[in-house]
Nanobody
């Protein structure tokens, strides 16, 4: 059983940057692929980025490609999402998730979820 806790959300102006963290505990973090999803009010939860267990491969949603960077530190049981050039459309609750498979999967395929952290981008 893996517990995930996100942190780092907040309010930022458009064009600014924000870094999210996801702390994992209770399981073998290094065997899981990690992902970030987001959910805006009234919208479905959507995939943002994922990173394989070793960190050597990543996949991004087209909407964040070139602006967001996902990374991980297996020694610290941490995953990160560095967000730059933020836009008002990036406003959402951001969730980290763990899966035993690497790829872009529907949210129900992920085994473990954090509680989410709010990111608000003002125009």
């Amino acid at each position: 059983q893996v517990q995930l806790v996100e942190s780092g959300g907040g309010l930022v102006q458009a064009g600014g940057s924000l870094s999210l963290s996801c702390a994992a505990s209770g399981g073998s973090f290094s065997k899981y692929s990690m992902a970030w999803f987001r959910q805006a009010p009234g919208k479905e939860r959507e995939f943002v980025a994922t990173i394989v267990w070793s960190g050597v491969s990543t996949i991004y949603a087209d909407s964040v490609k070139g602006r967001f960077t996902i990374s991980r530190d297996n020694d610290k049981n941490m995953a990160y999402l560095q967000m730059t050039r933020l836009k008002p459309d990036d406003t959402a609750v951001y969730y980290c998730a763990a899966s035993d498979s690497f790829g872009v999967w529907p949210s129900h395929k992920y085994d473990y979820w954090g509680q989410g952290t709010q990111v608000t981008v003002s125009s």
